[in-house]
């Protein structure tokens, strides 16, 4: 499982992006879940974020699922049309 850190904003969403690549690539093979219980202080900057990580984990031949996706940042996900990219179980 791979947690997402507790401030994700855009400012921070490059170095979150890079330790979410080191920490997706020792996930061993099968379904990679990031853990978003402790996302605390958010922008959209997390969704972008989110399908960065989708896109690491499906290049790598596994498939994806989100876990705990606060309840506003999955409201956004459904204004932009992507909650469907972010399932919360594969």
Do not use: W
């Not at 979150?16 to 605390?40: F, K, N, R, Y």
């Amino acid at each position: 499982m791979v947690l997402l850190p507790g401030d994700l904003t855009h400012n921070l969403a490059a170095p979150a992006m890079l330790a979410l690549q080191e920490a997706i690539a020792g996930e061993p093979d099968g379904t990679v879940v990031v853990d978003a219980s402790s996302l605390i202080n958010f922008d959209s900057s997390a969704l972008a974020v989110l399908l960065a990580c989708r896109r690491e984990v499906l290049a790598r031949g596994k498939a994806f699922a989100v876990k705990n996706l606060h309840g506003r940042l999955r409201q956004l996900a459904g204004m932009y049309g992507i909650e469907p990219l972010l399932p919360a179980n594969a």
